[in-house]
C-alpha cells in the first residue's frame, strides 16, 4: 500500500470515529455544531500542516534528484574523457 492510500485510510478512519463520536456525544445542538466547526478547523490546520510538510518532501526530493543527475553527467564527462586519452594513447603508441 503506497503512502497516499495510508493517509487516505487515516484521514477517513479519523473522520468516522469523531462522526460517532458526535453522534453518541450528550450535547445540545448548538454544542454539536460548535465543537463540529472546531474539529473542522482542527482538521484543516492539520492537512494545511501535512500539506506543506509533503511540499517541503518533494522540493528536497527534487533538488536531490537534481544533484544525482548532475553528479551523473558530470562522470560520463570525466569518462569520455579519459576514454579520449586512453584512445590517443593507443593511437600513438600504434604510430
Known amino acids: 500500500m503506497d503512502e497516499h492510500n495510508h493517509w ?10 469523531a462522526g460517532v463520536a458526535f453522534l453518541f456525544a450528550p450535547q445540545t445542538g448548538a454544542q454539536f455544531r460548535r465543537s463540529l466547526r472546531q474539529y473542522a ?12 510538510k509533503g511540499m517541503a ?19 560520463v564527462r570525466e569518462t569520455a574523457k579519459t ?9 600513438q603508441r600504434a604510430r
Not at 8 to 14: D, E, I, P
Not at 83 to 91: H, I, L, P, V
Open 8 to 17: 487516505s485510510s487515516f484521514v477517513a478512519g479519523l473522520l468516522i470515529g
Open 41 to 52: 478547523a482542527d482538521a484543516k490546520d492539520e492537512l494545511d500542516d501535512l500539506a506543506e
Open 57 to 75: 518532501a518533494w522540493d528536497t526530493a527534487v533538488e536531490q534528484g537534481q544533484a544525482y543527475a548532475e553528479r551523473g553527467a558530470e562522470a
Open 83 to 91: 576514454t579520449r586519452r586512453y584512445a590517443e594513447e593507443a593511437a
